[in-house]
């Protein structure tokens, strides 16, 4: 089963950015949907991006349309996710995780829900201050 690690967390002030990545120590399953989840002290986790990690389509919370852009490199096994603009309230721990393409009748894409993913990252943390 991959085993998934995230690094790039930090520090940054309002307006600034931050690159997070997600490394696969194993491959991912072909086809899969990785995504970045979030959760914010006393908040309930949500989906920010995805992608499907084969065809490259992507999708975005609305949230952050425009500022995060999610993208794969298959030769390093990695899920980066840029993100521009931050604001003082996505300060989160930023999880990565993964699971097979969602299939919903001909639909097949990769949801920002987080019980679609099986496969976990610890998480790495994110601070924004104003």
């Known amino acids: 089963q991959v085993q998934l690690m995230e690094s790039g967390g930090g520090s940054v002030q309002a307006g600034g950015s931050l690159r997070l990545s997600c490394a696969a120590a194993?491959?991912?399953?072909?086809?899969?949907?990785v995504a970045w989840f979030r959760q914010g002290t006393g908040k309930e986790r949500e989906g920010v991006a995805s992608?499907?990690?084969?065809?490259?389509?992507?999708w975005y919370d609305d949230r952050v349309k425009g500022r995060f852009t999610i993208s794969r490199d298959s030769t390093k096994n990695t899920v980066d996710l840029l993100m521009t603009s931050l604001e003082p309230e996505e300060t989160a721990m930023y999880y990565c995780?993964?699971?097979?393409?969602?299939?919903?009748?001909?639909?097949?894409?990769?949801?920002?829900?987080?019980?679609?993913?099986?496969?976990w990252g610890q998480g790495t943390q994110v601070t924004v201050s104003s």
């Open positions: 992608i499907d990690f084969r065809g490259g389509q992507s």
């Open positions: 194993g491959a991912f399953a072909s086809p899969s949907c």
């Open positions: 995780a993964s699971g097979p393409v969602h299939v919903l009748g001909a639909w097949r894409g990769c949801l920002l829900r987080d019980s679609m993913y099986g496969t």
